[in-house]
């Protein structure tokens, strides 16, 4: 147990908490999938988080996308972050495709 404790990264709070946050691009159950990447993984968005650098590399908002079971990398990872910037809605078309396919 005490080696699981010493893996879990500090959490640290900003000095300053912003009076506002950054207006969300994607919401709760949103279809998106990664768009900079050859077979980007999609799936829905199912938590959205605000980090600063204390607790991340990149302040922003940071997007908990359940992944679909077809999406390429399901088999190792079920759910994953996104940054705002690294994903897109998926289009109609592919909504259709996925729907065809019972989802």
């Not at 404790?5 to 279809?31: A, C, D, K, Y």
């Not at 972050?81 to 909504?95: G, K, R, T, V, W």
């Amino acid at each position: 147990m005490r080696d699981i404790l010493r893996q879990i990264p500090p959490v640290g709070l900003p000095e300053v908490i912003p009076s506002e946050l950054p207006r969300q691009r994607f919401h709760l159950g949103e279809w998106v999938r990664w768009f900079q990447v050859p077979n980007g993984d999609f799936g829905r968005v199912i938590g959205v988080m605000y980090t600063q650098q204390a607790s991340c590399i990149a302040t922003g908002l940071h997007y908990l996308v359940l992944l679909d079971e077809r999406s390429p990398s399901r088999e190792i990872c079920i759910c994953d972050f996104a940054f705002e910037e690294d994903i897109e809605p998926l289009d109609n078309s592919f909504l259709e495709r996925l729907q065809g396919n019972h989802v």
